[in-house]
């Protein structure tokens, strides 16, 4: 199908263009950006109002599935994405059972282009079954469609293990994600500090994640393996990355939308809706994020969407299911983020478009040159929304089958700026607000 975009503001940072202008849109590729000429649509979208950038890019999405389709089937999560203007999402390995078979990746990958509402990108399984032992066939997830590989939130306790993984991955190029978390000093329920001593919960320390990250800041000079961080927590951890990306080591990070907004403060009286991975921890660590995001040192900002059914979630603090949905809102509090931090539009945009595709890198093979980005011959992943709208956050509202979220708006009393109005991937109208 043949679209016209009119009128819209065309905002793209990996280019650095920002101007009212048509977006002419053919076979899935977009044909001209300015005016179209002679250009005959199918269909034409108006833009009036509108900023046209290109479709986010989420690196942390749990779908639950396989395994876990009664918290979130992949129909009603990519449905999410798309009401969210994610047109690409990266997920974990920890499904049920795990991605440490390359049958179960391309039969994720499949059920994901019939449903052609967001393109979903796998991690594998760096052991098998996440246990920490035995490496995965890392050639063969690569060719099944894995961009990486990934032990979720199980860590390697075992130092030669991820030694010998990190050997591997960098031997054939293959980037290793990992969640900065030592395994015997994180088991806590909430940050270690005044809020969960004065509630009794248990409490993960900020060397839990400060061990863990110079633990793989070594592995990675002793092996030259490339490591993506996913979802810092700290301050601390934040000058650790600085000091190490400064040497030129071949990391990166991402920080989540929790993290970014939220401090321990929020748990509230046992809220388990801020039962979360990572906790939230202090407001310094939660400015430093900030700051970090912003200058760069920090690479994207991610929703770590991880939907949660009531059952798991209407339980004590301590017991509760961590997780909340994320990717309907990810656009939304990167926009908040930026306005509060006094950002240009386009830096708050690059942070979930542009950015995270450099993390991706050449794993995202033919794509790579495009997504992200809104170029002449480009892949034709767009998010329309209202820059000016805002919109409070109410559970029933969620496209996920995941409604627990802490930025529901009897929680938080704030409304937030932004609504997707329409989502293209690869020239298909993937979601249109009514």
């Known amino acids: 199908m043949k679209i016209l975009i009119r009128n819209g503001r065309v905002v793209c940072p990996a280019t650095g263009r920002d101007e009212v202008a048509d977006i002419a849109i053919a076979a899935g590729r977009i044909v001209v950006i300015g005016a179209a000429g002679d250009f005959t649509p199918d269909r034409t979208l108006d833009?009036?109002?509108?900023?046209?950038?290109?479709?986010?890019?989420?690196?942390?999405?749990?779908?639950?599935?396989?395994?876990?389709?009664?918290?979130?089937?992949?129909?009603?999560?990519?449905?999410?994405?798309?009401?969210?203007?994610?047109?690409?999402?990266?997920?974990?390995?920890?499904?049920?059972?795990?991605?440490?078979?390359?049958?179960?990746?391309?039969?994720?990958?499949?059920?994901?282009?019939?449903?052609?509402?967001?393109?979903?990108?796998?991690?594998?399984?760096?052991?098998?079954?996440?246990?920490?032992?035995?490496?995965?066939?890392?050639?063969?997830?690569?060719?099944?469609?894995?961009?990486?590989f990934s032990q979720a939130e199980f860590a390697v306790t075992d130092t030669l293990v991820l030694q010998r993984a990190l050997q591997y991955a960098s031997t054939f190029g293959y980037t290793v994600w990992l969640r900065p978390q030592d395994g015997w000093l994180g088991k806590g329920v909430a940050a270690q500090g005044a809020v969960a001593t004065r509630l009794g919960l248990s409490g993960v320390p900020v060397v839990a994640e400060t061990v863990a990250l110079a633990t793989i800041f070594e592995l990675v000079r002793a092996t030259g393996a490339r490591v993506h961080l996913c979802r810092l927590s700290s301050a601390a951890g934040v000058a650790l990355l600085r000091a190490a990306k400064a040497t030129g080591l071949p990391i990166t990070a991402d920080v989540s939308i929790n993290s970014l907004h939220l401090t321990d403060a929020d748990i509230g009286y046992f809220d388990a809706d801020m039962r979360l991975t990572p906790p939230l921890r202090q407001a310094t660590d939660r400015d430093a994020l900030r700051?970090?995001?912003?200058?760069?040192?920090?690479?994207?900002?991610?929703?770590?969407?991880?939907?949660?059914?009531?059952?798991?979630?209407?339980?004590?603090?301590?017991?509760?299911?961590?997780?909340?949905?994320?990717?309907e809102l990810l656009l939304s509090l990167a926009l908040r983020w930026g306005r509060d931090a006094q950002l240009p539009l386009a830096t708050a945009l690059a942070r979930i478009t542009h950015d995270p595709v450099r993390v991706l890198g050449d794993a995202l093979g033919s794509l790579a040159s495009s997504a992200g980005r809104l170029v002449e011959g480009g892949v034709a992943d767009l998010c329309l929304f209202d820059p000016a709208a805002e919109w409070p956050v109410r559970s029933e509202a969620l496209a996920s089958q995941g409604k627990h979220t802490p930025f529901a708006f009897a929680a938080t009393g704030m409304a937030l700026p932004g609504r997707v109005r329409a989502t293209l991937v690869a020239g298909t109208v993937a979601y249109e607000a009514g």
Do not use: W
Not at 71 to 98: F, H, R
Not at 300 to 314: C, F, G, I, M, Y
Not at 317 to 326: D, R
């Open 47 to 148: 833009a009036g109002g509108l900023v046209v950038a290109p479709g986010l890019v989420d690196l942390a999405a749990r779908l639950r599935e396989p395994g876990q389709e009664h918290e979130g089937m992949l129909e009603s999560e990519l449905a999410a994405a798309a009401a969210g203007g994610v047109t690409s999402l990266v997920c974990p390995p920890d499904t049920d059972p795990v991605l440490d078979e390359p049958g179960l990746v391309e039969m994720l990958k499949f059920r994901a282009r019939k449903l052609s509402r967001c393109r979903v990108f796998p991690l594998g399984a760096l052991t098998r079954r996440l246990e920490g032992v035995a490496l995965t066939e890392m050639a063969e997830l690569t060719e099944a469609g894995c961009v990486g």
């Open 291 to 327: 700051a970090a995001l912003a200058d760069g040192t920090i690479d994207a900002l991610v929703s770590d969407h991880n939907p949660v059914a009531d059952d798991a979630k209407q339980l004590p603090f301590g017991e509760a299911e961590p997780g909340a949905t994320g990717l």
